[in-house]
T-cell receptor
Framework: GNSVTQMEGPVTLSEEAFLTINCTYTATGYPSLFWYVQYPGEGLQLLLK?????DKGSNKGFEATYRKETTSFHLEKGSVQVSDSAVYFC???????????FGKGTRLHILP | NAGVMQNPRHLVRRRGQEARLRCSPMKGHSHVYWYRQLPEEGLKFMVYLQKENIIDESGMPKERFSAEFPKEGPSILRIQQVVRGDSAAYFC??????????????FGEGSRLTVL
C-alpha cells in the first residue's frame, strides 16, 4: 500500500539556518505529493504541492522537488525564522484512492 | 468566509461514556474527512464521507466508532463506550471535490478528547 516516511524530529535550528526535512514515499501509481504545516493549537494547512515528476512546489520560502527516481520530496528552506516553528507533514494522494496519506510529522524548533 | 468548524474543541469523558464530535465543512464543500492524531504519532485516516454517504471507512475501528454526514447539518463522529486509548486529537477536513484531484484538504482546529 501507499505510505510516507519522513525524518523524525524534533529538529532544532538557529534562526537563519538552512533547513532540510527528508520525505520518501511508496506508491503503486503516480501520486501527487504535498507538505502540510501545523502551527501550535491549529489544524493543518497546505504549504506546497507537486503533481508530477520533477515539479517543484514552493511557498513562503519553502521548496520541495518531486524526485521519482529516488521516490523523495524533501522540504528545504534557505533561511528559517522563529515563526517557522511548527510540525511539518509530508503527504501523498494517488489517483483512484480517495485517501490522503500523511507521514508522522516532523517537529521543527527555531531558536532566536 | 468561515473555515472548517469543529466542536467541541475540548471534550472530557469518563470510560464507558459516549463522545460526539461535530464538524461543519467550509461552505460549498461536500467532501469530509476525519483523521485521528495520537500523541507523538502522525495523522491517521479514519473515514471519508460525502453528503449522506460513507465512501471509505477503512480507517475506522470496527467497533464503537461511527460517522455520518447527513443532508442537513454537520458531520458527526461518534465514539461509544470510550476507553483511555481513544484520547487523541480528532481532525476534520473538507474539500469541494475529490481531494485526490487537487490534494488540498482544509482542516479544522481539531477536537481534543480526553478519557479519564
Amino acid at each position: 500500500g501507499n505510505s510516507v516516511t519522513q525524518m523524525e524530529g524534533p529538529v532544532t535550528l538557529s534562526e537563519e539556518a538552512f533547513l532540510t526535512i527528508n520525505c520518501t514515499y511508496t506508491a503503486t501509481g503516480y501520486p501527487s505529493l504535498f507538505w502540510y504545516v501545523q502551527y501550535p493549537g491549529e489544524g493543518l494547512q497546505l504549504l506546497l504541492k507537486a503533481t508530477k515528476a520533477d515539479d517543484k512546489g514552493s511557498n513562503k520560502g519553502f521548496e520541495a522537488t518531486y524526485r521519482k527516481e529516488t521516490t523523495s520530496f524533501h522540504l528545504e528552506k534557505g533561511s528559517v525564522q522563529v515563526s517557522d516553528s511548527a510540525v511539518y507533514f509530508c503527504a501523498l494522494s494517488d489517483l483512484g484512492d480517495d485517501k490522503i496519506i500523511f507521514g508522522k510529522g516532523t517537529r521543527l524548533h527555531i531558536l532566536p | 468566509n468561515a473555515g472548517v468548524m469543529q466542536n467541541p474543541r475540548h471534550l472530557v469523558r469518563r470510560r464507558g461514556q459516549e463522545a460526539r464530535l461535530r464538524c461543519s465543512p467550509m461552505k460549498g464543500h461536500s467532501h469530509v474527512y476525519w483523521y485521528r492524531q495520537l500523541p507523538e504519532e502522525g495523522l491517521k485516516f479514519m473515514v471519508y464521507l460525502q453528503k449522506e454517504n460513507i465512501i471509505d471507512e477503512s480507517g475506522m475501528p470496527k467497533e464503537r466508532f461511527s460517522a455520518e454526514f447527513p443532508k442537513e447539518g454537520p458531520s458527526i463522529l461518534r465514539i461509544q463506550q470510550v476507553v483511555r486509548g481513544d484520547s487523541a486529537a480528532y481532525f476534520c477536513a473538507s474539500s469541494p471535490s475529490r481531494p485526490a484531484n487537487t490534494g488540498e484538504l482544509f482542516f479544522g482546529e481539531g477536537s481534543r478528547l480526553t478519557v479519564l
